[in-house]
């Protein structure tokens, strides 16, 4: 979900902002003495496929509403929880500045949920499931929709906390509609990652996800 201006209390976003902030430099360090230099035009790539299947819709309940690949729990698979980050931020910043598709007062907000939450949500779920031995598919698609209803639950605590709407409401609503969500997001994933395992994506370097 993409928050816009004028609807998180300016001591949410500050927050939000600030945190985001914080973790975005540690991915910044991370990338810089973790990675290789050969990863940097990869996740340049994930960015631009992500930012690209987001323009795709799927409608749901017929015409009510309709969701869009997030790419979180696929980015924070290939490339780990830090890179991710990086990738996920160029994506929401991309929205934000060019296609207004947020606000740029709420824009650390908007990071914090689908740039950092999100795909930390995807990699601790997909590390618990990598110890319980399940398949590489239900891994891929449980891993997807925990990310959708990660961001769901934070979004209602941002809402909540600026005072838009009670925190009863909010999870109600955002959890109702995410959880529909969170089926495209668990299906897209599954079916692009095994590609994605299988081409330059990934490198060896970054499948520890260290958090």
Known sequence: MHIPDGILDPKVWVTAAAVSGIVL??????????????????????????????????PLLGAAAS?????AALSAILFGFWPST???STVVIIQAV????????????NILNMA?????????????????SLPAVVSAVVSGWVSVIAVAVVGALL???SGVVPLELALGTLLFWHAFIGIGEAVIT???LPFAL???????????MLL
């Open 116 to 132: 950092i939450v999100a795909p930390a949500a995807a990699v601790l779920m997909h590390k618990l499931l990598q110890k319980l």
């Open 98 to 109: 060019v296609f207004q598709d947020g606000g740029i007062t709420a824009l650390g907000a």
């Open 67 to 71: 969701g869009h690949l997030i790419g």
């Open 86 to 88: 990086l990738i996920m």
């Open 198 to 208: 299988r081409s330059s994506f990934t490198l060896s370097n970054n499948k520890e």
């Open 190 to 192: 599954a079916v692009v």
């Open 159 to 161: 809402l909540a906390l």
């Open 25 to 58: 430099a540690r991915s910044v360090r991370y990338s810089k003495h973790k990675l290789e230099h050969r990863t940097v035009p990869m996740m340049g790539a994930m960015a631009a496929f992500i930012f690209a299947a987001q323009m795709i819709n799927f």
